[in-house]
Every structure is written in C-alpha cells, then in structure tokens.
C-alpha cells in the first residue's frame, strides 16, 4: 500500500508543477502582450498628434529596481515619465526634447523615437514568444502525464480484477477439493455394500 501510495503523490505532485509553469507562463504572455499593445497604442497617439515640449531629466537608472524620471510641462501642470530612452551621457538636470500625444498627455516619448519606452517593447517581443512556447510545453506535458496516469489507472484496474478473479477460483478449488474426499467416501460406501449384500444372497 505504502509502495503504491507513494508514486502517486509524486505523479500528483508533478502534474501540479506542470499545471503551475503553464498558468504563470500565459499570465507572462498575457501581461507583456499588454504591455505591447499599450506601447503601441501610446506611439500612434503621438504620431498622429504630436506636441513638442521640453523636459528635464530628474532621476537615472542606478539599478535594476530604478528607473529613469523626466519631468515635463503639459497644460499647465508638472508631469513625470519614467523609463524614456535617455542618451548614455544623460545626467541629472539635463534638457531634452519631448513630443506627446494632444489628446493623452501621459503619452509621451522622446523625440526621435517611435515607442515612448524602446527597452519595454523589446522585452515584450522577446518576452511574449518564448512564454508562449513554454505555455505549448508544459501543455504537451500535461497531456502526456493526463495520459501516462490513465494508462497506468488502467492497467491497475485490470490487474486489479486479475486478482479478484485468481483469488476466486482458488477459493473455488479449494471448496471443491474439501468436498470431494466426502463425496468419493460416500460413492465407495454405497460400492462396499451394494458388493456385501450380493455375497450375503
């Protein structure tokens, strides 16, 4: 039982794993095709609107959990864009050339870019295609593990009623074999006496 018991959790187990990469994996395909779509979409805004601003540079990228700021003037009001494409000699309180869209003005990149963050649209067509085929993977996985576990629930059922079987004719025979030594008596005695009274007459 405890052989039988074991395998099972780890199929278990293991069929879960694939369950999990396959669900995390569309979720990445999902949130990077969003991304692009948005990239996109703020980029056609602006070319088919564009107004030109200026814009200071407020904060670099210092690491991997920061992002580079730029602040601009919009309709009279102060906004910030993080993670434009800066150039690599930027520094803080540099000045540079901005264009957004007329009617979204959080809509913004620099000018003479096409999407208003370049590395986020990079990531997202290297992103989305690769999680996609892991998704078709773990997939095929599932499928192939759906069935390996009813090949093997299969061939437990049928040795199962193997067994049922075996168990029943050898319970059978051995009834049968307690009841003949009765049965064989029972025929010599009645051999036995017809064959006396014969030598009596």
């Known amino acids: 039982m405890r052989s039988a018991t074991v395998p099972r959790f780890r199929s278990a187990r293991l069929g879960r794993g ?6 995390l ?11 692009g779509w948005r990239q996109a979409d703020q980029a056609e805004r602006i070319t088919a609107h564009p107004v030109r ?3 200071t540079v407020t904060q670099l990228p210092s690491g991997s959990a920061t992002y580079s700021a730029v ?6 009001r102060q906004r910030t864009a993080a ?9 803080v309180g540099d000045r540079i050339c901005l264009e957004h869209a ?3 003005l959080s809509a913004v990149r620099v000018c003479g870019e096409h999407y208003p963050q370049p590395a986020g649209i990079g990531l997202a067509r290297v992103s989305v295609p690769t999680a996609l085929l892991l998704c078709a993977g773990c997939v095929v996985r599932i499928w192939r593990h759906r069935r390996a576990t009813q090949s093997i629930q299969q061939s437990v059922r049928v040795h199962g009623r193997g ?13 049968l074999g307690e009841g003949m030594p009765s049965i064989t008596h029972g025929k010599r005695s009645r051999r036995r006496r017809r ?4 030598a009596l007459r």
Not at 25 to 35: F, H, N, P, R, T
Not at 71 to 76: I, V
Not at 195 to 198: D, P, Q
């Open 71 to 76: 602040s601009y003037q919009a309709d009279g």
């Open 83 to 91: 993670d434009l494409w800066l150039p690599a000699d930027a520094k």
């Open 18 to 23: 694939w369950y999990l990469a396959a669900v």
């Open 53 to 55: 601003t200026e814009g």
């Open 163 to 175: 067994a049922r079987i075996s168990t029943t004719v050898a319970f059978a025979t051995e009834a």
């Open 25 to 35: 994996s569309a979720v990445l395909a999902v949130g990077m095709c969003l991304l």
């Open 195 to 198: 064959g006396g009274r014969r």
């Open 102 to 104: 007329a009617d979204d």
